[in-house]
């Protein structure tokens, strides 16, 4: 029997007093507190949290603060610690199980569905992602080994990612989830090559023909599996667009990268993911944020290439999601006078709790980031791992 089950048939008042203890105790684990003094404790602003989160689980902790119901002084530590006692395992609730068994018996990133995660998130609007990101509007994981500003450390893993692959003039590269053509505008421009990047959001086509402009570059609104194999190209990469395939998916988006990829390229998959192999994701996620959308595991990632390619190098620098994220947010929060005009407090509120919850997830270690560099047939005398 789950916590959410203990209240179900109880009396508003004896529900909510037994809600309360229950979270009492369970937070308690995690060493927070209900209107503590701590800057990761949670604050109530209404009584009702108790039985919401109960109920509703993880989609009912997210959209409790989003109607105001708690806060957080650091929203981040608090979910760090509450992954870190492995909270979320107590709050199973029959919305998160019927998620689940929908994404077992429905393929949620089918060909209909390819350009919902565009029009919901990516299309949110530039102005957004031009306030939040870096000067070069790259939307994954930065790299710090040796940066000291959000845009060193995304010029840093752009760099990263050419030399993994090993770029040179002339080559010519696929980006699958191109997003506004970070990645294919810094590799041209530092490394002489030439490309294709394909998105399903119109607003992140629109941009980058803008910013990539004058170079050898061609941006496509195109689901990645409409490529063919007609054109193929010395290297394929593709950077945080694997959490959109879909486990039903991965062969068949392995298979995609094979037929147009050269015998003798490489491909450098970016991706985060999860400790174990998962059929769905978090629900608030899954509803406000990445609809559609799911973590993958090592193991599905394995499944999904074996007998195509041979897994030469695989990296992981999830801490430094972790800052990336912080980072982000305080872009946000500083800019968000510039933003406000055209989105309300209940959005703020949610980006504000995406991105500092996703930040205490890295933390917590409970998600990775992984990029992962694949050959068709091996690495004559093997493969040298850059870093």
């Known amino acids: 029997m789950t916590s959410s089950t203990l209240t179900a048939s109880l009396p508003p008042t004896t529900a909510s007093t037994n809600s309360k203890k229950i ?24 009584e009702r949290f108790y039985r919401r989160v109960l109920r509703d689980g993880t989609l009912g902790f997210g959209e409790a ?16 610690r509450l992954l870190r006692s492995d909270l979320q395992d107590q709050l199973k609730n029959p919305k998160a199980l019927l998620s689940y068994i929908g994404a077992v018996l429905i393929n949620k990133a089918r060909p209909s569905k390819a350009f919902e995660i565009g029009e919901k998130h990516y299309d949110l609007g530039n102005n957004l992602f031009e306030v939040m990101l870096d000067a070069r509007m790259v939307y994954t994981c930065g790299y710090w080994k040796n940066a000291r500003t959000l845009d060193e450390a995304q010029e840093a893993k752009l760099d990263l990612v050419c030399r993994k692959v090993g770029l040179k003039p002339g080559d010519r590269v696929l980006d699958i989830g191109c997003g506004w053509g970070s990645f294919l505008k810094f590799a041209a421009e530092n490394y002489g090559v030439t490309g294709v990047g394909i998105t399903v959001s119109t607003e992140q086509v629109g941009l980058a023909e803008e910013n990539l402009a004058g170079l050898p570059l061609e ?42 990829l050269k015998d003798d390229g ?73 933003l406000k005009s055209d989105y309300n407090e ?11 919850s996703c930040a205490g997830s890295f933390r917590a270690r409970n ?21």
């Not at 979270?23 to 209404?46: C, K, M, R, T, Y």
């Open 23 to 46: 979270l009492q105790e369970l937070v308690g684990h995690a060493d927070i507190e209900f209107n503590g003094s701590h800057p990761l404790d949670i604050q109530i602003n209404d």
């Open 65 to 80: 603060y989003m109607d105001g119901w708690w806060d957080a002084e650091q929203i981040d530590e608090t979910v760090h």
């Open 219 to 260: 941006i496509r609104l195109q689901d990645y599996r409409a490529l063919n194999g007609e054109e193929k190209f010395d290297h394929v990469v593709s950077l945080g667009m694997f959490e959109h395939v879909g486990y039903k998916n991965y062969p068949l988006y392995m298979d995609v990268v094979d037929r147009n």
């Open 266 to 338: 490489f491909f450098l998959l970016h991706t985060i993911g999860i400790r174990h192999s998962s059929k769905s994701t978090d629900p608030w996620i899954d509803k406000y944020i990445f609809p559609n959308s799911m973590l993958p595991s090592i193991l599905q990632i394995g499944k999904a290439s074996e007998k195509r390619f041979v897994m030469e190098d695989l990296h992981n620098f999830s801490s430094d999601y972790d800052r990336t994220l912080m980072a982000w947010y305080e872009n946000f929060k500083n800019g968000w006078d510039a």
């Open 346 to 356: 209940r959005f703020y509120r949610m980006w504000k709790y995406f991105l500092l």
């Open 367 to 387: 998600t990775q980031l992984w990029q992962i560099v694949f050959s068709k047939k091996g690495v004559p005398g093997g493969y040298e791992s850059i870093r």
